[in-house]
């Protein structure tokens, strides 16, 4: 039983890296502009740009 759960796990992990890296090859991202917000502690917006045009924005600490 367990050796199947781990067999599907498997399968399903190749089958998302495979359409993923699929799409994800036209994404670009702009540069961090890293702001230290306290001890030890930065803080970045980037945002996700897909053929020049923003759809997602990541906050990075």
Known sequence: MTARVFALV???????GAVLSAGAASLT???P????I????VFAQVE???DGEVVAGL???
Not at 10 to 16: F, K, P, R
């Open 10 to 16: 498997v399968i399903g992990w190749l089958c998302l």
């Open 29 to 31: 991202h702009t540069p």
């Open 33 to 36: 502009q890293w702001q230290a």
């Open 38 to 41: 306290g001890r030890g502690l």
């Open 48 to 50: 996700v740009l897909q």
């Open 59 to 61: 906050t990075v600490v």
